[in-house]
């Protein structure tokens, strides 16, 4: 497709198992951007690659986070031993470039609800 | 550091109203200013956007204008229609996006 997708678009686990979440960048876009949207925290940074290096990871919350990419492409975020804090809807975006400078658009998938019962 | 602070919400207008959304910066530089919004239900969309002082981001009906002196970025239209109805983010870009808390925004017929 033409946009940013990520999957699954719900989540629901149980506390303590690890999960696994996916973005597909808009084709092209060398930079990619994992977000998180909660009710007390608003719209928070997570973690910026630029190709397949994430020069940026100072937004996850704990070493419980962690996020790969590959092929300069397909991007996914796990969470080990989810606790409920990590309730969240989780979004990915994509830029055509990045950096500390940039001014490209971001341009943002509709992201993944995950909730931790 | 650098943040981004918008009005509190949420805000109720009737239709045809005239909308002022503030947003006020604080960021090394000159930084890429946006305002998203979210439609209920559905992700994240670009509303506009302004890349140097005295820019100004124009869609859909929406204007904002770069405003160093006052490091803001307000978001206005001159007359809301219910489809409007949505939360309104406002963002600076360093490096990564930093938003505002959001702007809930309610158009009554």
């Known amino acids: 497709g033409a946009g940013v997708s990520q999957s699954p678009s719900n989540k629901v686990t149980e506390k303590g198992k690890d999960v696994e979440l996916r973005c597909d960048p808009i084709s092209g876009h060398t930079a990619l951007y994992w977000y998180r949207q909660s009710l007390g925290q608003g719209l928070e940074f997570l973690i910026y690659f630029q190709g397949n290096s994430a020069p940026d990871k100072s937004g996850l919350p704990s070493d419980r986070f962690s996020a790969e990419r590959t092929g300069g492409s397909v991007s996914t975020l796990t969470i080990q031993r989810t606790q409920q804090e990590d309730s969240a809807v989780y979004l990915c975006?994509?830029?055509?470039?990045?950096?500390?400078?940039?001014?490209?658009?971001?341009?943002f998938g509709d992201g993944t609800r995950l909730s931790i019962l | 550091g650098n943040s981004v602070t918008q009005m509190e919400g949420p805000v109720t207008l009737s239709e045809e109203a005239f909308l002022t959304i503030n947003c006020t910066y604080t960021?090394?530089?000159?930084?890429?200013l946006f305002w998203y919004v979210q439609y209920p239900g559905e992700g994240l969309q670009l509303l506009l956007k302004?890349?140097?002082?005295?820019d100004k981001g124009s869609n859909k009906g929406f204007e904002a204008t770069y405003r160093k002196e006052t490091t803001s970025f307000h978001l206005e239209k001159g007359s809301v229609q219910v489809s409007d109805s949505a939360v309104y983010f406002c963002?600076?870009?360093?490096?990564?996006?930093?938003f505002g808390q959001g702007t809930e925004l309610s158009v009554k017929p």
């Open positions: 975006a994509s830029s055509f470039s990045g950096g500390a400078e940039g001014n490209q658009p971001q341009h």
């Open positions: 960021a090394t530089g000159y930084p890429s």
């Open positions: 302004a890349t140097k002082a005295d």
């Open positions: 963002a600076l870009m360093r490096g990564k996006l930093i």
